[in-house]
Structures are given as C-alpha cells and as structure tokens.
C-alpha cells in the first residue's frame, strides 16, 4: 500500500504481526524491515513491561512489534537518519497503530556518540529496563551500495559495534538487558565489548534450515550480572525439507506470538 509521501521520498504501508501494526517506510533506496527485526523483538522476555530503547531504530519496526507484543511497555526509539525518524513517526500517526501512539517517542541521534555529547544529543544514563539494537552489519569492503540511505543503515564502520554496546550499557539500568542481532561473524566483537559490562550472555544462532550454517546471531546479556556465557539452543527458520515452509517456532516468534526466550 502507497505510504505519504515524506521530504520528496515515496513511501509504503506495510502490516507486519498479521496486522497487528503497520510501518511506514522509504518504497526504495533505503533500508526495508523485515525478519531481523521480529527477531529482535521477540528477544525481550515474556511480560516485559518495562521501558525499552531501540538503537537505530529505522522505521521503527522492532519498538513497533515489541510495543505490540507487550501493552504495559514504553519505547523509545533513537535514529539517526531523519528521514527514517519521520517514517516512525509517519508509523505512529496511522491508523491501526492507536496502541502504540501514546507509549513511544522518537529521538534523533547518533546512538555511537560518547559520554557527555551522547546525553547532550537525548540519550540519558541509566534510563531503560531493556535495549535492543540492529546495528550496520556489512563490512566496508563489502560490496558498496551507491544510496547513501541504504548505505547508512548497512555498513559496519570501524569500533561501531563497540560504540553501540557502550551506550547500551550506559542507558541502561543496571540489571537491565542488552539484545542485539548481527551476523555470526560479529560474535568476536560483540562478545569483547561486551565483557566486564555484562553478563548471563547468551548467544543464539539463526540458521535457514536445519542443514545450513547460521545466518544471524542474537546475543543477549544482563548488565552487571556475573553468570556464565551459555549457547542457546538454535531457530530454524524453515522446515529442512528443501522447501520454503516456515517453522511454527519461527512462525510465532515472527508474528508476535512467542519470545526467544534465549535462557530457557
């Protein structure tokens, strides 16, 4: 469905969760949500109702498909791409998103941003109960995309999975949870900046099929916690069959209907 048009880009309306809300996003040259981000989402746990951040957050499909999942929990959604905050924002103002307007806020800001200028630009300390994050995850020596949008939302620059994990921990209170979903081979980074600011971590992998290697990885941890780093048990995304059938695991994870629940 054709969304507004939003500083001269066309846009899209498109229902993810059966519907259960819809998302404003660029037609073309942009990043388009997806799979990933129902991933992230449903690695919060069962009954969350406390405060989440979402670290570029794009058009808010991952703090939209929480929001939807969870009635008591608020959202606050930190993207640097003004074009991508106003497509959230777009989001929130449709109709059919009623039950996510009042429990979410969008912010503008570059979530890699440190200490005093990372507050300045609305990311305060110790704020939240829980952080998710999709982070750029194509190598730099990747083949280059030629749209500065797309490329924005795609590229790994140098220490940025670092950067992004230390304002994680920063924001959060402590206790709270830290999910973010990359591709297996950030798992060495990831993990490093990780130590010493959290714990209980748990690193999920994401498989096509049964018979395939990973594609993504989920990995979680509690701030402040000192339990030991455990692998959770694997999702497959389709039945291994050669086929394209979804499994029910990934059917309702995706859909809103289940968490990952990584430590159980």
Request: proline share 8%.
């Amino acid at each position: 469905m054709a969304g507004p048009v939003i500083d001269g880009i066309e846009t899209t309306i498109d229902a993810f969760h059966r519907d259960g809300f819809r998302l404003v996003q660029p037609a073309k040259g942009a990043h388009r949500s997806g799979i990933d981000a129902m991933i992230l989402a449903a690695s919060l746990p069962d009954g969350f109702s406390g405060t989440l951040a979402d670290l570029g957050a794009g058009a808010g499909a991952a703090a939209f498909a929480a929001l939807d999942r969870y009635p008591r929990a608020t959202a606050v959604l930190y993207e640097k791409s003004p074009l991508m905050a106003a497509c959230a924002r777009a989001g929130l103002a449709l109709e059919g998103n009623e039950h996510l307007r009042d429990r979410a806020q969008v912010i503008e800001a570059d979530v890699s941003l440190d200490g005093k200028a990372r507050e300045a630009a609305g990311l305060p300390r110790e704020r939240h109960d829980w952080v998710i994050a999709n982070p750029p995850f194509n190598d730099p020596r990747d083949r280059a995309t030629p749209d500065p949008e797309k490329a924005g939302a795609h590229v790994m620059r140098p220490d940025l999975l670092t950067r992004w994990i230390k304002t994680a921990c920063a924001i959060a209170r402590p206790g709270a949870g830290l999910s973010i979903i990359a591709r297996p081979q950030s798992v060495v980074e990831i993990l490093e900046a990780m130590k010493r600011r959290y714990g209980a971590i748990s690193v999920l992998p994401i498989h096509p099929r049964a018979s395939k290697p990973a594609i993504r990885i989920v990995v979680s941890g509690i701030k402040g916690s000192r339990k030991p780093m455990e692998l959770a048990p694997p999702l497959f995304l389709h039945e291994d069959d050669g086929g394209r059938k979804v499994t029910a695991r990934a059917y309702a994870i995706t859909n809103g209907k289940a968490a990952l629940n990584p430590w159980q």
